[in-house]
């Protein structure tokens, strides 16, 4: 919620009850991805996410989910390295 406040500022109200209302339907996982990238859109609030359609959750997953395969392989080449070390290569 402190996501929420900080980076949704514009109707903290309004955006802390569609947070609950996705919280109970969709669990934290995905609420998560789904407040994080409408964050990576822009959005000033997440009256998008409620959508009766789910555009908005769809959008909003996607873009996070899209940045999240641009991340740097330097996590996969980490846990690769810890892995061979740990089988004593």
Do not use: C, H
């Not at 996982?29 to 990238?37: L, T």
């Not at 964050?39 to 997953?61: F, N, V």
């Not at 996969?76 to 089988?87: D, H, P, Q």
């Amino acid at each position: 919620m402190a996501f929420v406040r900080v980076t949704f500022a514009s109707d903290p109200r309004r955006n802390g009850s569609i947070l609950k209302q996705l919280w109970k339907r969709y669990g934290p996982n995905e609420v998560e991805v789904m407040v994080k990238g409408a964050a990576l859109l822009g959005w000033e609030d997440l009256r998008g996410l409620w959508s009766k359609e789910g555009i908005g959750r769809r959008w909003a997953q996607t873009a996070y989910w899209n940045r999240e395969k641009k991340a740097p392989a330097k996590q996969t080449l980490e846990s690769v390295a810890a892995t061979l070390k740990a089988r004593g290569f």
